[in-house]
């Protein structure tokens, strides 16, 4: 075969072209890290490490989210064992009311203490992360609770999902009415009653208990890479509802009738507000206040007083049980966080090396792929030279 | 014997022109040893035979000797079964050479390997969704706003792939028809090559008449046919019209040679006519041939064809408009809301029945775009065939299946921005009262200012936008119906998160969300994103695969052909050696014919003296 020069010239040019481009692309493997540049190389590996990419993303969002929820649960369960404590130092009070004190000033004070610590629990009730408050339930930007200043009347201002105008629930703590009054009972009973009205004036969706149960059902599920998001019921509640802590029911146990007309135990909601830590101090504190106004009655007797406050130190070891669970159920919650973090960090751990595997290149081999081409393309350039130097002209006379 | 006293000097001096035009020959190879389509020359010669033996100075005719060289023809070196090969092998890479191109194009838009593109915008709107799922965030304004960016950032993406996919369908019928632009299209540069083959076919034949072998135009021809095999397939033929040109006194196409008084002094071949015809397939699936070029039949331009191109396409009013290759204008398909339904159409050529001449028949073929999946008329190859491929077909429809064109993937696109239109909508007013408001929907046809919720089979990703209601600040993302129970404030951005993640197909039934019609083929919408840049990775792998092994035998094939028909340095040096040898063994002869006679005329009848 004739071995023309048109076609040794196109040879080595389209031989040195070849030999530059892969050069260049080890060039560019070396320092972008990555194996191929463009879908078309592999597309395979393209489909692959876009479909891992896609879920790196959700991991590190899911593990910037999880730190926040995990410090806002570690809120609401420092809000709840606040509550807990102040509802164990109060039985404590009540313990001294009940026991040791024999006249008024002491009562009085201890009657003030008691009135600060309902003040106390409501500030508890009230904790903010990253300004929003802990215990709102959905409505985060309403400060949900104040009491007034005699401890009385306990107000929960709420905003329903999807509404504008918020609904402003009061709780007033006193003696119940005498239902008989040809029967009265034995000794004096508290409890709650519920009132409720729109922040607008607007008439209400609903009675006022169904409306707090309605509050008392909200959840937070989030998710957060713990669960499914194809059924929310997997997913973790971040809610806390502040009304939920003071009576201890979860949203599930709401959800479930606790509280409503079905409630297991045939309790109303008011029946367990009126357990409620806020509930308990605050009848002992108007227990006291109802006998010191008897100072200087003929024939003073404080057996009713004894009786309330025995009675209320029985139902505050009760409700201390109660609200401990919700700060362990809130403490298990952290728990799971935390496992689910270890999970994230792990999968991210993974995704990333299998995103090294099908589309990083091998440093070391892209390395030395490189000085090969280095070579090949500095041997080529040689021939080159050879090529243009020699023809049978050179060697004529 | 008794020889002409000169005769050896005629000997000597044929020997030396001969040597001299050879030399002359060896310039004209290595002056053109670059240039492209030049075919080597060579002398063709013979000896010369001893013609006239009857003398009365003769003794006898036995031994008898010749009066040297004779130049008969400079010829090229050419082998037309590797002409035939090349040009078989080129419309092959022509077509993947020109796919190739179109697929890169799109790799612009669909390729995410080095870009944060379309695949990624869904991903940063599910970043935001699993943010926005967060106590504090659900309602908020900022994020609600955030939400809405993402998405105008998604949809702006769609709008933007959307142009350039119509930009780049527009620059194929562009690289078909250049009318208005400043490089001339297919269709201007066959027609071209059609007109200047049909001129050389007279120049070459009308010069070989003359006497002059026309060489340097036949290259200029076998180049310009080379390029015409690169745009569609074509068959060329070398014949004797001798039913047009008339046949000579013996019954053969010859050329004859005649003295003053009408004899026949000498005679060759006649010359040889060009036919080009084009190869393809008809709407039948029969292969068929269409004369492009026929040799020199006629006058002007009666022997070659004319391709033109038609568009059609709808306006935005709805009515059809229709631009032609004669138009002035460049075509322009920015606003058209239909694909283009390219045509091309092969006419003009008027063809002769060779038993027949007065019967003529003009042969048009037309090349429709193709409806309804039917298959029309088609080339095998070709560039050509590679840009009506892409505009023509959708890779789905059957019959036209085999090939995902431009429209492929613009339904592609347009699937998913509507089925993400849509499942946001329902999504969004679901979460409303009763679920009910239907004014509450996020995403609409940005052109169709009285758009509705339930007009989302209009959205494209041309036009898919975010809905004024949203921009103006009428709508939200729903913040949960309040009158259902157990609501929840982040219960539709839970059902936003879900459907991100969900995968389509038939629509999708979850325990929250229940979506008919929409079918991204089993994927979520980030994935069927992911699923149709691979789909287009794929096409362009195994389109440059195809091209490699099409150029590297195209290359093979060239470099046969280079092997007859290329300059050899070499070869031209050693040529260069051999013929000044024999110039100077002429001339040497010449001295000594000289010599001879000098020792006849001086040094002969001198005896004793």
Known sequence: MRVTNTATYRNFTTGANNVHARLIKSYNKVSSGEAYESAADSPLSYYNSRKIDSQYQDVITKQALIKDVQNRIYQQELGARDIQSILSKAKDQVIYANTDTTNDTPLLSLRDDLLQKQHEIVDALNAQYQNFYVFGGNDISTPPFSLSGDGKTLTFTHTFPGEEKATIFEMTLGEKPVADPNNPPEHTEYGYTLTAKSSDGSPLNGDPEELLLKAMKEQGRIDIGYGSIRDHDTLLDTFTGGINVLTGLTSDAVRGGAGGPNDPDGKSIIDYLNESPLALIGRSVQAIDKYVETAGDTGRDRSELNHLLSATITDMVTTEHRVSAVYSDLGNKYRLLDDTADKLSLEKNNLTQQYTDVWGADPYESIVEMYNSQQAYNAALKVGTNLMSSSLFDFMS | MVRATFAGYTTALSALQANQKRLDIAGQNLSNMNTPGYTRQQLKVSSVNYTNPISHYMNDTQAVVGYGVSMDAVTQIRDPYLDAQYRNQIQKSGYTDSMQTALDRLSKIFDESQITGIRNAFNDIQTTLTNMQDLGKVGDAIYDSELRNRMQALTNLLNNASRDLTTAEQDELRKLDGTGVNEMGDVQNINNILQQVGKLNREIKNGQIAGMDCLELMDERNLLLDELASYIPIEVTYYKDA??????????????????????????????????????????????????????????????GQLEMSVTTTNKDGKPSTWNSGDKTAINIMDSTTPPEVSLKFTGLTTYDPTDPTAQTTSDVEFLHPTNGAANAHFADGSVQASLDMLWKNGETAGIADVRGYEFYRNQLDTLAQAFAKVMNQINVQGTANGADKTQFLLANKDNPNFTYDDFDEITAANIGISQGWINGSVHVSTTDSTSTNANN?????????????????????????????????NSFAEYMNYTSTIMANDSYTNAQKLKTNVTVLNGIQNSRDSVSGVSLDEEASNMMMYISAYNAASRLMTTLDEALNTLINNTGLVGR
């Not at chain 2, 084009?278 to 492009?292: N, S």
């Not at chain 2, 993640?501 to 629509?507: F, L, R």
């Open chain 2, 490 to 522: 982040n219960d539709t951005i839970l059902r936003m998160l879900e459907a991100m993640q969900a995968s389509y197909s038939n629509g999708y039934h979850g325990k929250y969300i229940d979506i008919d019609d929409v079918d991204l083929k089993n």
């Open chain 2, 243 to 304: 039913a047009h040109d008339g046949i000579g006194p013996n019954g053969k196409a010859e050329e004859y040679y005649l003295d003053g008084h009408g004899n026949v002094v000498g005679r060759r071949d006649w010359p040889d006519d060009l036919r080009v015809e084009m190869v393809y397939t008809d709407a039948q699936g029969v292969t068929q041939k269409l004369t492009l070029v026929e040799g020199t039949r006629g006058t002007d331009h009666d022997n070659y």
